[in-house]
């Protein structure tokens, strides 16, 4: 909205810095951080007011989650809130890139508020049907891939690109669109399995948020692909705002949700975000390489479909508990440990995923 500002300017003045994608990036992670601080405390209070004994705690879970019994859930509005906020005050709502990001996250955060309003209404840890969930969100995924392929180069549609094999493209076809729901999805649903202690998910989504950004910011410039010999994308710089948005969103939820949480971002924040990095990797052609910055996430989902496939055929576990971070805590490791064990591993393969700009 910002934007047309330019409008108003003569080439040499302050409405000029609106033109710069990094200007209006930095102007919406303030928008997006003091949006949090102002409208978290009040959120929380209204939440827990209207939740009574907040999210439901599993019987099955490790025992010293049991203290966390009250805690209200949905804090995913506070940053949905923020970053949407940030995104139509600071971004070009000309470009469609933008929308197809917003499409998803909104999306996504409308399925995930309803799951956890059932939760707390019913008080079970059983929401909307989980096939119910998954329909709904490969059509929207669906939607947003074949927005993508539509606004994507002519010589860029359908085709996945490789990171480090930059020449290399395998046309898809129209096996493009279902390979795009599949990303979304798998994204959307690995942070919803991650979400599962105080502030683990939160901080891997900025890195890997942050990381698309950057490459989003790259892909849009032709002066960087020609420099990084990767593909160019026009209007993905775009995202960057975006982005910007989701760090200083994160950013106030995380005063909030770091231990002991006082909410949890819920269904409502964890499938919006995992949505939206899907759809930022699938408008950007960083698709496999969301794998790697985002790869925390793919082991967290993994450990859930082996111990799942294993415990059908043999009656075992491989884990003592799945997703991977409640393994960890059976152990024995404290909550902070993994979660911060888990941050590190997060900024490690973010800088990994950077490192594919420039390998080849």
Avoid: C
Wanted: charged share 15%; proline share 4%.
């Amino acid at each position: 909205m910002l934007y047309w500002l330019t409008n108003l300017s003569d080439g040499g003045d302050l409405f000029n810095l609106f033109r710069y994608i990094t200007f209006r990036a930095g102007g919406a992670f303030l928008t997006a951080l003091i949006f949090g601080f102002l409208f978290g405390r009040p959120l929380i209070d209204v939440l827990r007011k209207r939740q009574g004994k907040g999210q439901p705690i599993r019987s099955d879970g490790p025992e010293g989650h049991f203290v966390k019994a009250g805690t209200p859930t949905m804090g995913g509005l506070l940053i949905v809130g923020a970053l949407l906020t940030s995104t139509l005050l600071w971004a070009r709502l000309d470009n469609p890139f933008v929308w197809m990001v917003l499409f998803v996250t909104m999306s996504y955060a409308a399925i995930g508020f309803a799951d956890d309003y059932a939760k707390v209404t019913k008080q079970t840890t059983a929401g909307v049907s989980g096939k119910v969930r998954l329909l709904l969100g490969f059509l929207i995924a669906g939607i947003a891939g074949a927005w993508a392929a539509w606004f994507h180069p002519a010589e860029l549609s359908g085709q996945l690109a490789f990171p480090v094999f930059k020449n290399a493209l395998l046309d898809l076809g129209i096996l493009f669109v279902p390979f795009a729901m599949i990303v979304i999805v798998g994204a959307a649903n690995a942070v919803n399995l991650t979400d599962g202690l105080d502030g683990l998910a939160i901080m891997p989504v900025m890195i890997a948020g942050g990381t698309l950004g950057i490459i989003a910011y790259a892909v849009g410039r032709t002066d960087f692909t020609e420099y990084l010999d990767v593909h160019y994308v026009p209007g993905t710089g775009e995202i960057l705002i975006f982005t910007a948005g989701l760090i200083g969103g994160g950013l106030g939820f995380l005063w909030y949700n770091a231990p002991p949480a006082a909410v949890f971002m819920g269904d409502t924040g964890s499938l919006a975000l995992g949505g939206a990095l899907g759809a930022i990797a699938v408008a950007t052609k960083h698709e496999i390489v969301l794998a790697i910055v985002g790869g925390l996430f793919v082991v967290e989902a993994l450990s859930v479909i082996i111990q799942v496939l294993y415990f059908k055929r043999t009656g075992k576990r491989v884990f003592l508990m799945a997703p991977i971070h409640h393994h960890y805590e059976k152990k024995g490791w404290a909550e902070p440990q993994i979660v911060i064990r888990f941050w590190i591993i997060s900024l490690i393969l973010a800088l990994i995923g950077l490192a594919t700009l420039k390998l080849r």
